[in-house]
């Protein structure tokens, strides 16, 4: 129903998308901007303490109790290879479904509902390796900045290896 | 005869003799035993012997019964003689009855030579010989054989074959009855069945007997013997029982009685007869052979035993013998050891000692008592040695214990003078006094010895015709092995000489005791003893000298010395010594000891103690002296000469000799009289001088003596007269002092006097130039003279010198008086000064207390601003309290906001999940979404308003904070200045108080100016006075120099110096008189305090330069 030009202006822009339009949730990790589709979103909630499992990837932060689903909570920071994210109240868990697994996101904050057409999505560029480029599934573009689209999918099915390099290293 | 006197070799002999009885009796019991059965043996073969006899003569008959032809005797090789078997054995066998009927019944037969018919019935005799065969069988004891195989064999002998041959004879005697008869009944069928029946138990229990005798014979060899005829027997005994059923059955099957062939029967009892013979032949045959082995067995058995028991018994006779052999071989040995020892030979060898048997032991046991009685003899042989010597040394005798004399040997005899006849049987008490005789004493003595007590000592006792005895003797009661007393032997030695000789030394060593100090040492000097004057001599008690050295009496220089070594050591090697002797008694006491060191000789001429025998010498030591001193120094300082009584020189001394100036020899044997002049050698007097020192009479005095050449000497004498112990003169001693000096001084003296007295008369009268001459003077004399000379010389020049000190008086005392002038006007100068000190003085103080007063409001001042301060301080402090009031609202304000924040955070969240859901509902949540939008900026914007109050209220913090801090300093600031003000107080409190002190201060100054203003007025007071004093001293120096001119002091020129003075004690009682007035003036103006007051402070002023003596001033 959003017309492109009101997906820069999201708080006016309400309602689900035409078939051309597409909602996400965009969130901050350190200073960049993430998009996860908004239909994987299954809720977002404030910081709270995991039970920590042993004997995990370090960017397994633990699990947390959902009203009776144990959810398995990862620290995207630390996904992404910067480092640990040290988690205070004020940062926030988005909770999604992949592949009707649940997971819960650890990010810094959350930053807006984005309404984008579908032709606005661009593609990831060619890169050199290829493997890194598979987390993401496209870049938005939003205002000067812009919003990079995680796929999910691919961040949670594929098996990080040992030897394997941490996306943005 | 008792045992006891057996040797051991016949009493072992005997044992053995003895032991054969038993040993005998037992054998002879075993052979009779075994004779015994041998016998039983002989008497069963007897038995058979005549059981063959029985046996044959009724087989003959059944034999020959069946035969017709026959007669007994064809079955028999040779009759048995009967008769006389019957003879022989009936009597042991007791059969006689028996054999009678048995021989009757033969006899009835006419056997052996008569046939017997056919028809005979012989069970009669069967059973009689069946009779008789037991009668054999129970008198040859062969019933009761032990041995199974003869046993049974016997039974068959006896009445088996017997049974069998009656059963026999009545089958055939039944069958040839019936063979006659015309028919035969059931019952004769039956009857001959029970016959049959019969036959058949007795064949088949002999033939179980036969084979119960092969099972039971030991060496097995009856079966082979026996077999042959046994199973003839059997064969025999089956065809006749065959041949019998045979008939039976016939018979039974209704045959004729009449047409049975008895052939068959017959034969086969024949034959059965002739087996039956064998067999019984066989069996007596091996009967009497076994019966024999048995006897021969027995026999050999018996034998064996005996040969072995009689082996066995010479052994032990042997063995006996030979332990005998040894036993009394070992004794007879140690009893021939024994036997030597008893003759005291104790030099053998015991043999056997190395046996462990009792012989050894004895042996052992022998030769410890040899070496005992070894030893024993040793011993007896010592003491009898000694108890020889003892016999030929001393005086022995021995008494009962009664007390009876038993024996005595010749020296007692010797020293009583008794012979033994007359001693021996008397009593002790013969040669006791017959006072001790009757004493309880005596009669304890011997009950004491009688007890067994020993008794010695030295005994007075009476020999022959009283002579009286001394013996050092022991009683000794003898012991005999019972340890009881049988007799006393008394030791004795005569010691009479001794007893005197030692009674006599013990009277003079108690006369030396009482008369002297003894003392007795060791060898080395240790004190043992010492008696009562030694010790009062040195005064010490004796326990503190016992074992002290002797070196305690000497002094400590001597006893380092060789000297004191070498004393002991002669007195060591028992040499003498005696002489004076220095000692030192308690308490450092010198004392002198005329002593003598004795070393006491022992038995063997070696010393073995000193004893020293001293007289204490001291006091006449000491006098001596003091004599020899006194002499000494009289011959010294005197001069001495001794004359005979009648005036002859017998020696002079040499003061006397060189105050005459003779020699010695020149006046020796010279009369007293050529020391005097010739007037008095002629007078009476002298003569009478003489006579009075003859009576004894002393005379001293001066007495002028002519020297050598006429030399005339003065002496101070005593002529002393020296008296003989009887109190008579024998010479005169004259003690002189030449005193011819002194005699010429006093005359000197006496000149010397007069010229004086003449000298001091004219001083007197103010002369003062006479002189005393002082030729001829010398010595004290002269010195005297001259000393009075220089008196007057002395005063003369005193004399002029106080003349001259008047002048100098007077002159100063002038001066003086100008001097008080002077200090009577500076006096006056200083009183004014001082009006006008006290003056400055009241303006000081003044000064002084004004600034007193204004430090005193300075110092309020101070306290009121310190206070002011303080109060500053108390307001500072709660503005910084109001500060931290406000700091703390601040952070609950930020508390709040960030609840708020949390608030808008969460409200966000839920916005988002809100847009989510509504995304999630699609077109259903298109109002949704736009809701959730507003929810979020709203919730944004809260926030963010939150995070500006959160900025602003951060920043008011710090700024409170910095107020804070700048109240502090200034609290602080505050706190400087209440310090700085308090100090200020203090120091302005010290100036006002300073101040205080200060106009006390002055207050005390101007006291003392006043005080000072007074002592100033004393002062002029006294400078008066002492212008008066002045006066007086000037008049009284004038008046001196009046009297100093009345002496005439001589003008010589000794005195020039003095030459002037006699003009100015003239010119000086003029020029006082002038000085006088001027003198007085002086004085009166500085009583009237005119110009004096000036000079005075003048003075002062110098006084104050030079800041001497201010506050004495």
């Given at each position: 129903?959003?017309?492109?030009?009101?997906q820069?202006?999201?708080e006016?822009?309400?309602?689900?998308?035409s078939?051309?339009?597409?909602?996400?949730i965009?969130?901050?990790?350190?200073d960049?901007?993430?998009a996860?589709?908004?239909?994987a979103?299954?809720?977002i909630?404030?910081w709270?303490?995991?039970?920590?499992?042993?004997?995990?990837q370090?960017?397994?932060?633990g699990?947390?109790n959902?009203?009776?689903?144990?959810?398995?909570?990862?620290d995207?920071r630390?996904?992404?290879?910067r480092?640990?994210?040290?988690?205070?109240a004020t940062?926030?868990?988005?909770?999604?479904?992949?592949?009707d697994?649940?997971?819960?996101?650890?990010v810094?904050?959350?930053?807006?509902i984005?309404t984008?057409?579908?032709?606005?999505?661009?593609?990831?560029?060619d890169?050199?390796?290829?493997?890194?480029?598979?987390f993401l599934?496209g870049?938005?573009p939003?205002?000067?900045?812009?919003?990079?689209l995680l796929?999910?999918?691919?961040?949670?099915?594929?098996?990080?290896s040992a030897?394997?390099?941490?996306?943005?290293a | 005869?008792?045992?006891?006197?057996l040797?051991?070799?016949t009493?072992?002999?005997?044992?053995?003799?003895?032991m054969?009885?038993?040993?005998?009796l037992l054998?002879w019991?075993?052979?009779?035993?075994?004779?015994?059965?041998?016998?039983?043996?002989?008497s069963?073969?007897?038995?058979?012997?005549?059981?063959?006899?029985?046996?044959?003569s009724?087989i003959?008959?059944?034999?020959?019964?069946g035969?017709?032809?026959?007669?007994p005797?064809?079955f028999?090789?040779?009759?048995?003689n009967l008769?006389?078997?019957?003879?022989?054995?009936?009597?042991?066998?007791k059969?006689?009855?028996?054999?009678s009927?048995?021989?009757?019944?033969?006899?009835?037969?006419?056997?052996p030579?008569?046939?017997?018919?056919?028809?005979?019935?012989?069970a009669?005799?069967?059973?009689?010989?069946s009779?008789?065969?037991?009668?054999i069988?129970?008198?040859s004891?062969l019933?009761?054989?032990?041995?199974?195989d003869?046993?049974?064999?016997?039974?068959?002998?006896m009445?088996g074959?017997l049974?069998l041959?009656?059963?026999t004879a009545?089958?055939r005697?039944?069958?040839?009855?019936?063979?006659?008869?015309?028919?035969?009944?059931?019952?004769?069928v039956?009857?001959?069945r029970?016959?049959?029946?019969l036959?058949?138990d007795?064949?088949?229990?002999?033939l179980?007997?036969?084979?119960?005798?092969?099972r039971?014979n030991a060496?097995?060899?009856l079966?082979?013997a026996?077999?042959?005829?046994r199973?003839?027997?059997?064969?025999?005994a089956?065809?006749?029982?065959?041949a019998?059923l045979?008939?039976?059955?016939?018979?039974e099957?209704g045959?004729?009685?009449t047409?049975?062939?008895?052939?068959?029967?017959?034969?086969?009892?024949?034959?059965?007869g002739?087996?039956?013979?064998?067999?019984?032949?066989?069996?007596?045959?091996?009967?009497?052979?076994?019966?024999?082995?048995?006897?021969?067995?027995?026999?050999?058995?018996?034998w064996?035993?005996l040969?072995?028991?009689?082996?066995?018994f010479?052994a032990?006779?042997a063995?006996g013998?030979?332990?005998?052999?040894?036993?009394?071989?070992?004794?007879?040995?140690?009893?021939?050891v024994m036997?030597?020892?008893r003759?005291?030979?104790?030099?053998?060898?015991v043999s056997?000692?190395?046996?462990?048997?009792?012989?050894?032991?004895?042996?052992s046991?022998?030769?410890?008592?040899?070496?005992?009685?070894?030893?024993?003899?040793?011993l007896?042989?010592n003491?009898?040695?000694?108890?020889?010597?003892?016999?030929k040394?001393?005086a022995?005798?021995?008494?009962?214990?009664?007390?009876?004399?038993?024996?005595?040997?010749a020296?007692?005899?010797?020293a009583?003078?008794y012979?033994?006849?007359?001693?021996?049987?008397?009593?002790?008490?013969?040669f006791v006094?017959?006072v001790?005789?009757?004493?309880?004493?005596?009669?304890?003595?011997?009950?004491?010895?009688?007890?067994?007590?020993?008794?010695?000592?030295q005994y007075?006792?009476i020999g022959?015709?009283?002579?009286?005895?001394?013996?050092?003797?022991?009683?000794?009661?003898?012991?005999?092995?019972?340890?009881?007393?049988?007799?006393v032997?008394?030791?004795?030695?005569?010691i009479?000489?001794?007893?005197?000789?030692?009674?006599?030394?013990?009277?003079?060593?108690?006369?030396?005791?009482?008369a002297q100090?003894v003392?007795?040492?060791?060898?080395d000097?240790?004190?043992?003893?010492?008696?009562?004057?030694f010790?009062?001599?040195?005064?010490y008690?004796?326990?503190?000298?016992?074992?002290?050295h002797?070196?305690?009496?000497v002094?400590?220089?001597?006893?380092?010395?060789a000297?004191?070594?070498?004393?002991?050591?002669?007195?060591?090697?028992g040499?003498?010594?005696?002489?004076q002797?220095?000692?030192?008694g308690k308490?450092?006491?010198?004392?002198?000891?005329?002593?003598?060191?004795?070393?006491?000789?022992?038995?063997?001429?070696?010393p073995?103690?000193?004893?020293?025998?001293?007289?204490?010498?001291t006091?006449q030591?000491?006098?001596?002296?003091?004599?020899?001193?006194?002499?000494?120094?009289?011959?010294?300082?005197?001069?001495?000469i001794?004359?005979?009584?009648?005036?002859k020189v017998?020696?002079?001394?040499?003061?006397?000799l060189?105050?005459?100036?003779?020699?010695?020899?020149?006046?020796?044997g010279?009369?007293?009289?050529?020391?005097?002049d010739a007037?008095?050698?002629q007078?009476?007097?002298?003569?009478?001088?003489?006579?009075k020192?003859?009576?004894g009479?002393?005379?001293?005095g001066?007495?002028?003596r002519?020297g050598?050449?006429?030399k005339?000497?003065?002496?101070?004498a005593?002529?002393?007269p020296i008296?003989?112990?009887n109190?008579?003169?024998?010479?005169?001693?004259?003690?002189?002092?030449?005193?011819?000096?002194?005699?010429?001084?006093?005359q000197?003296?006496?000149?010397?006097?007069?010229?004086s007295q003449?000298?001091?008369?004219?001083?007197?009268?103010n002369?003062?130039?006479?002189?005393?001459?002082?030729?001829?003077?010398?010595?004290e004399?002269?010195?005297?003279?001259e000393?009075i000379?220089?008196?007057?010389?002395?005063?003369?020049?005193?004399?002029?010198?106080?003349?001259?000190?008047?002048?100098?008086?007077s002159?100063?005392?002038?001066e003086?008086?100008?001097?008080?002038?002077?200090?009577?006007?500076?006096?006056e100068?200083?009183?004014?000064?001082?009006?006008?000190?006290?003056?400055?003085?009241?303006?000081?103080?003044?000064?002084?207390?004004?600034?007193?007063?204004?430090?005193?409001q300075?110092?309020?001042?101070a306290?009121?601003?310190?206070?002011?301060?303080?109060?500053?301080?108390?307001?500072?402090?709660?503005?910084?309290?109001?500060?931290?009031?406000i700091?703390?609202s601040s952070?609950?304000i930020?508390d709040?906001i960030?609840v708020i924040?949390?608030?808008?955070?969460?409200?966000n969240?839920?916005?988002?999940n809100?847009?989510?859901?509504?995304?999630r509902?699609?077109?259903?949540?298109?109002?949704?979404?736009v809701?959730?939008?507003e929810?979020?900026?709203?919730?944004?914007?809260?926030?963010g308003?939150?995070?500006?109050?959160?900025?602003?209220?951060?920043?008011?913090?710090?700024?409170?904070?910095?107020?804070v801090k700048?109240v502090?300093?200034a609290?602080?600031?505050?706190?400087?200045?209440v310090?700085s003000?308090k100090?200020?107080?203090?120091?302005v409190s010290?100036?006002?108080?300073?101040s205080r002190?200060?106009s006390?201060?002055?207050e005390?100054?101007?006291?003392?100016?006043?005080?000072?203003?007074e002592?100033?007025?004393?002062?002029?007071?006294?400078?008066?006075?002492?212008a008066?004093?002045?006066?007086?001293?000037?008049e009284q120096?004038e008046?001196?120099?009046?009297?100093?001119?009345?002496?005439?002091?001589?003008?010589?020129?000794?005195?020039?110096?003095?030459s002037?003075?006699p003009?100015a004690?003239?010119?000086?009682?003029?020029?006082?008189?002038?000085?006088?007035?001027a003198?007085?003036?002086?004085?009166?103006?500085?009583?009237?305090?005119?110009?004096?007051?000036?000079k005075?402070?003048?003075?002062?002023?110098a006084?104050?330069?030079s800041?001497?003596?201010?506050k004495?001033?």
């Amino acid at each position: 129903m959003a017309d492109p030009q009101d997906q820069q202006n999201p708080e006016t822009t309400a309602g689900p998308s035409s078939p051309a339009t597409r909602q996400f949730i965009s969130f901050r990790v350190g200073d960049e901007e993430f998009a996860i589709d908004i239909m994987a979103v299954r809720e977002i909630k404030g910081w709270t303490a995991t039970t920590v499992l042993p004997n995990q990837q370090n960017y397994m932060l633990g699990v947390l109790n959902l009203r009776g689903t144990i959810v398995p909570i990862f620290d995207l920071r630390c996904r992404f290879g910067r480092g640990l994210t040290q988690a205070t109240a004020t940062h926030v868990v988005i909770i999604v479904s992949v592949d009707d697994r649940i997971v819960g996101l650890l990010v810094d904050a959350v930053s807006d509902i984005l309404t984008v057409n579908a032709v606005d999505i661009r593609p990831v560029p060619d890169m050199e390796q290829t493997v890194d480029s598979a987390f993401l599934s496209g870049i938005i573009p939003v205002g000067e900045s812009m919003v990079v689209l995680l796929s999910l999918e691919n961040l949670f099915n594929q098996t990080p290896s040992a030897g394997l390099p941490a996306i943005a290293a | 005869m008792s045992l006891n006197s057996l040797k051991l070799g016949t009493k072992i002999g005997l044992i053995l003799a003895l032991m054969v009885i038993p040993v005998s009796l037992l054998a002879w019991l075993f052979i009779s035993q075994s004779t015994q059965d041998a016998v039983m043996a002989r008497s069963e073969l007897s038995g058979i012997d005549y059981a063959r006899g029985v046996w044959q003569s009724t087989i003959s008959v059944t034999r020959a019964v069946g035969d017709n032809r026959a007669t007994p005797a064809t079955f028999l090789q040779d009759a048995p003689n009967l008769a006389a078997l019957s003879a022989t054995y009936d009597d042991s066998f007791k059969s006689g009855a028996k054999a009678s009927s048995f021989l009757a019944e033969l006899n009835r037969l006419n056997w052996p030579n008569a046939s017997i018919p056919a028809d005979q019935d012989v069970a009669p005799l069967i059973s009689e010989a069946s009779g008789l065969m037991s009668a054999i069988a129970d008198g040859s004891q062969l019933t009761i054989d032990p041995q199974l195989d003869t046993f049974y064999i016997m039974t068959n002998m006896m009445t088996g074959q017997l049974d069998l041959a009656q059963h026999t004879a009545l089958l055939r005697g039944s069958l040839l009855k019936l063979s006659v008869q015309s028919n035969v009944t059931p019952a004769d069928v039956g009857a001959l069945r029970a016959q049959i029946a019969l036959y058949e138990d007795a064949e088949s229990s002999l033939l179980a007997n036969l084979d119960a005798a092969f099972r039971g014979n030991a060496d097995g060899k009856l079966a082979d013997a026996m077999k042959s005829s046994r199973t003839a027997f059997a064969d025999a005994a089956g065809h006749f029982q065959s041949a019998v059923l045979d008939l039976v059955t016939k018979l039974e099957g209704g045959a004729a009685p009449t047409s049975l062939n008895l052939s068959d029967m017959q034969v086969a009892r024949a034959e059965l007869g002739s087996a039956s013979a064998a067999l019984w032949e066989d069996s007596a045959v091996n009967m009497a052979r076994m019966l024999n082995d048995r006897i021969s067995g027995i026999n050999a058995r018996m034998w064996q035993m005996l040969a072995i028991v009689g082996a066995i018994f010479l052994a032990a006779i042997a063995l006996g013998g030979v332990i005998a052999l040894q036993t009394t071989r070992g004794f007879a040995r140690v009893i021939e050891v024994m036997g030597k020892i008893r003759n005291g030979d104790f030099s053998t060898e015991v043999s056997g000692t190395d046996r462990k048997d009792e012989v050894g032991q004895i042996a052992s046991a022998v030769a410890v008592f040899r070496d005992n009685g070894l030893k024993i003899a040793e011993l007896t042989a010592n003491f009898k040695g000694q108890v020889d010597a003892i016999h030929k040394a001393q005086a022995v005798i021995e008494f009962g214990l009664d007390g009876r004399i038993l024996d005595a040997n010749a020296h007692f005899l010797n020293a009583v003078g008794y012979t033994l006849d007359e001693v021996r049987g008397q009593h002790h008490q013969l040669f006791v006094d017959p006072v001790y005789r009757q004493t309880a004493d005596y009669r304890l003595f011997w009950e004491k010895l009688a007890r067994g007590e020993f008794d010695s000592g030295q005994y007075k006792r009476i020999g022959k015709g009283g002579k009286e005895i001394w013996l050092e003797a022991s009683y000794n009661p003898i012991m005999g092995l019972d340890g009881k007393p049988y007799k006393v032997v008394k030791y004795a030695t005569d010691i009479t000489a001794q007893k005197m000789k030692f009674a006599d030394f013990e009277g003079q060593m108690a006369a030396i005791h009482k008369a002297q100090a003894v003392i007795e040492f060791t060898l080395d000097g240790r004190i043992l003893d010492a008696n009562e004057h030694f010790l009062n001599a040195v005064g010490y008690s004796l326990s503190e000298i016992r074992g002290q050295h002797h070196s305690l009496f000497v002094d400590p220089s001597y006893r380092q010395s060789a000297d004191y070594r070498l004393f002991w050591e002669k007195l060591g090697r028992g040499e003498f010594d005696a002489g004076q002797y220095k000692r030192i008694g308690k308490g450092g006491k010198e004392l002198w000891l005329e002593a003598s060191y004795n070393p006491i000789l022992d038995v063997d001429g070696k010393p073995y103690k000193v004893v020293k025998f001293a007289t204490d010498i001291t006091e006449q030591k000491m006098k001596f002296a003091d004599y020899e001193g006194q002499m000494s120094a009289i011959s010294k300082a005197q001069a001495v000469i001794s004359f005979s009584l009648d005036g002859k020189v017998i020696d002079a001394n040499e003061n006397f000799l060189s105050a005459l100036g003779y020699t010695l020899g020149e006046i020796r044997g010279q009369h007293h009289s050529m020391f005097v002049d010739a007037a008095y050698r002629q007078s009476p007097d002298y003569r009478m001088f003489w006579d009075k020192l003859g009576r004894g009479e002393y005379d001293a005095g001066q007495y002028k003596r002519i020297g050598k050449g006429g030399k005339e000497i003065w002496i101070q004498a005593s002529y002393n007269p020296i008296l003989d112990m009887n109190g008579k003169p024998f010479k005169v001693v004259k003690y002189a002092t030449d005193v011819t000096e002194q005699v010429r001084n006093a005359q000197a003296l006496q000149d010397a006097v007069r010229q004086s007295q003449q000298v001091i008369e004219a001083a007197k009268e103010n002369d003062l130039t006479q002189r005393i001459p002082l030729e001829g003077k010398s010595g004290e004399i002269g010195s005297m003279c001259e000393g009075i000379n220089s008196l007057l010389d002395t005063m003369s020049s005193v004399v002029a010198e106080m003349m001259d000190t008047a002048t100098t008086i007077s002159n100063a005392v002038a001066e003086i008086s100008s001097g008080t002038t002077d200090l009577s006007q500076r006096t006056e100068q200083q009183a004014s000064n001082l009006e006008e000190t006290a003056a400055s003085m009241e303006e000081m103080a003044a000064t002084v207390k004004q600034n007193a007063d204004n430090a005193q409001q300075a110092n309020q001042l101070a306290a009121s601003a310190r206070g002011v301060a303080t109060e500053g301080g108390e307001v500072v402090a709660k503005a910084v309290n109001a500060m931290s009031r406000i700091e703390g609202s601040s952070q609950k304000i930020s508390d709040i906001i960030s609840v708020i924040d949390e608030i808008a955070f969460q409200t966000n969240l839920l916005a988002l999940n809100a847009a989510v859901e509504a995304a999630r509902a699609g077109d259903a949540g298109k109002g949704f979404a736009v809701v959730a939008s507003e929810v979020r900026s709203l919730a944004q914007r809260s926030s963010g308003a939150a995070k500006d109050i959160k900025a602003l209220i951060v920043e008011s913090g710090v700024q409170v904070k910095d107020g804070v801090k700048l109240v502090n300093d200034a609290g602080s600031a505050l706190t400087e200045i209440v310090g700085s003000i308090k100090k200020v107080a203090d120091i302005v409190s010290d100036i006002a108080s300073a101040s205080r002190e200060q106009s006390a201060g002055v207050e005390e100054i101007n006291k003392a100016v006043s005080q000072m203003d007074e002592m100033t007025q004393q002062n002029s007071a006294l400078v008066e006075e002492n212008a008066s004093a002045t006066r007086m001293l000037q008049e009284q120096a004038e008046d001196m120099h009046r009297r100093m001119s009345a002496f005439t002091v001589e003008e010589a020129a000794p005195q020039a110096a003095r030459s002037a003075r006699p003009s100015a004690p003239q010119a000086k009682p003029q020029a006082a008189k002038a000085a006088a007035p001027a003198h007085r003036a002086p004085v009166k103006k500085v009583a009237n305090g005119g110009r004096s007051p000036a000079k005075m402070q003048a003075e002062l002023h110098a006084a104050f330069d030079s800041d001497a003596d201010w506050k004495e001033f």
